[in-house]
């Protein structure tokens, strides 16, 4: 790669690593490992980076990327092949009205909850709804067919709104 291909790769890492290390997080549940997960990708995107950053059908730079990101989430898992197991999650207290902490708990126990998904599953819902993108980019970027993206968050909302019904012991929330 020439010096320019180098500064337009360090220039793309500046902008887009927080957006990445945030969807890698909410793919491993770790902030290590999610940045483990960004360095290992991006080590891949910068040998093919050329290719990638002359493509003019792919969505760009990002969105590959994006989609390498998901792609090596789910083979690091397919290889580990052990599950974990999250800690205990502490029963939380009846919240008063005025709670300031109420937001960082409930995104705590979603996001407890998404990584409870297997992890193709939690690939779409990641890539659906946290990242906001179509079932037909979603589709593209993880290589299945859109049905089978409609198919996997339908079931992974409908696992998502089970899980936090039985955390908060209340009725079933709407996450749509």
């Known amino acids: 790669m020439d010096a320019a291909g180098e500064e337009e790769f360090r220039r ?5 690593w927080n957006a990445l ?6 793919l491993t549940g770790d902030q290590g490992r999610a940045e483990d997960l960004v360095q290992q990708t991006l080590v891949k995107v910068h040998r093919r980076w050329d290719h990638i950053s002359r493509d003019e059908t792919g969505g760009g730079p990002y969105a590959y990327t994006r989609a390498a990101l998901a792609n090596e989430s789910a083979s690091w898992w397919r290889r580990r092949r052990v599950a974990e197991t999250l800690g205990e999650v502490p029963a939380h207290a009846d ?3 005025g709670d300031v902490y109420a937001a960082y708990d409930t995104r705590d126990e979603v996001a407890r909850a998404v990584l409870a998904l297997p992890p193709r599953m939690r690939a779409v819902v990641v890539l659906r709804y946290f990242d906001d993108l179509s079932e037909a980019a ?3 970027a993880l290589g299945m067919s859109r049905g089978s993206v409609k198919s996997q968050a339908s079931r992974g909302l409908e ?16 996450l749509s």
């Open 95 to 97: 919240r008063a009205t």
């Open 12 to 16: 793309f890492v500046q902008a887009r």
């Open 138 to 140: 979603t589709a593209d």
């Open 21 to 26: 290390v945030r969807t890698a997080y909410l």
């Open 159 to 174: 696992r998502l709104r089970t899980v936090l019904a039985q955390t908060n012991g209340a009725p079933e929330r709407s």
